[in-house]
C-alpha cells in the first residue's frame, strides 16, 4: 500500500506512533521518524526534535529530504501536562511542522493529523477556535489564560482546534493533489492512557464502561496507513472517528437515536 512512498511519523516512540510506523514500513515505506527519545521500532531514518519547540521544528524541517510522500502528526502530551506545554506541542508544534514541511512534500502527498474523541465538541468552540488561529509558541500561555483553559480542557480544546483546522485546509493544497485528514481514536490503550483515566476520573471510567475496552495502537495504525496511501486520494478534510462506535453513541445519544 506504502510501496516506495517516503513518510514523515512523528511520535515514533511509542503508541499510535511507533505501531504506525511499523506497519508503514511492513508496507514497503521509507520512514522517518520523529520522537523526544529513541524509537525501539526500527525507522529509516530517526530525527530527534521538540516539537514545542519552534527552533527544533525548524532544525528538524531543514534536515528533512525532498520529495515526502506523506506526514503523519502523531506525536501529542496528554491532559495531565501543563495546559501550555499540551497546546504548543498538540496545536501549535503540529502546525508549525506542518507549514514548515509543506515545501518538501510531493505532489499528491498526505498529511494525516491524529485528532481525538475528544475533539467531538469543536463546533461549540468555535469563537476560541478563530482566536488561536494565529497563535504561535509565544503567545500561548497568555492565551491559556485569557480563554481559561487549564487542566483537562488543553487537551480537549487542542483536538478541537486540530479537527477544525483539518475541515478548513480540505483544499488549501490541492492545485499541488496535497489532501489532510484527521483519524479521532475513542481511549487506546498507550503508556498515556492512565494520563486521561487520572485527569477524567469518573467521566473516563464511564466511557470505558460503554466501549467495553479500549481501542489498541494496532486498531488505529491501520487506518494512518491507508490514509497515507494513494487509495485515500478521494478523502479531503475527512475527520475518521476510530473509537469502537463511542462517536456514534455520543451522536445517538445526541439525538434521542
Not at 467495553?212 to 495502537?217: K, N, Q
Request: charged share 20%; with cysteine.
Amino acid at each position: 500500500m506504502l510501496q516506495n512512498r517516503t513518510v514523515l511519523i512523528t511520535g515514533v516512540a511509542s503508541g499510535i506512533g511507533e505501531e504506525t510506523a511499523r506497519q508503514a514500513r511492513a508496507q514497503g515505506a521509507r520512514v522517518l521518524g520523529v520522537d523526544l527519545h529513541a524509537p525501539r521500532v526500527a525507522v529509516d531514518r530517526f530525527f530527534q526534535a521538540d516539537l514545542g519547540e519552534r527552533a527544533s521544528i525548524d532544525a528538524l524541517a531543514a534536515q528533512l529530504p525532498e520529495g515526502i510522500d506523506a506526514l503523519a502528526n502523531i506525536a501529542g502530551l496528554p491532559p495531565t501536562r501543563p495546559a501550555a506545554q499540551v497546546l504548543r506541542v498538540n496545536l501549535v508544534g503540529l502546525k508549525h511542522l506542518t507549514l514548515a514541511v509543506l515545501p518538501k512534500l510531493a505532489p499528491g502527498a498526505s498529511i494525516v493529523n491524529l485528532a481525538s474523541l475528544a475533539g467531538a465538541g469543536w463546533p461549540e468552540a468555535v469563537p476560541a477556535i478563530r482566536a488561536a488561529e494565529s497563535l504561535d509558541f509565544d503567545g500561548v500561555q497568555a492565551f491559556c489564560v485569557r480563554h481559561g483553559i487549564e487542566g483537562a480542557r488543553s487537551y480537549f480544546f487542542s483536538k478541537e482546534a486540530l479537527v477544525a483546522w483539518t475541515i478548513r485546509n480540505r483544499w488549501t493544497w490541492r492545485a499541488r493533489g496535497i489532501r489532510m485528514n484527521a483519524i479521532s481514536p475513542g481511549p487506546v490503550d498507550t503508556p498515556i492512557l492512565p494520563d486521561f483515566v487520572q485527569t477524567l476520573g469518573a467521566r473516563a471510567e464511564e466511557d470505558m464502561k460503554t466501549m467495553d475496552l479500549p481501542g489498541r495502537p494496532s486498531d488505529i495504525a491501520p487506518v494512518a496507513v491507508f490514509l497515507m496511501s494513494e487509495g485515500a486520494g478521494w478523502l479531503r478534510g475527512a475527520n475518521l472517528p476510530v473509537d469502537g462506535g463511542m462517536h456514534s453513541h455520543l451522536l445517538a445519544q445526541q439525538h434521542g437515536l
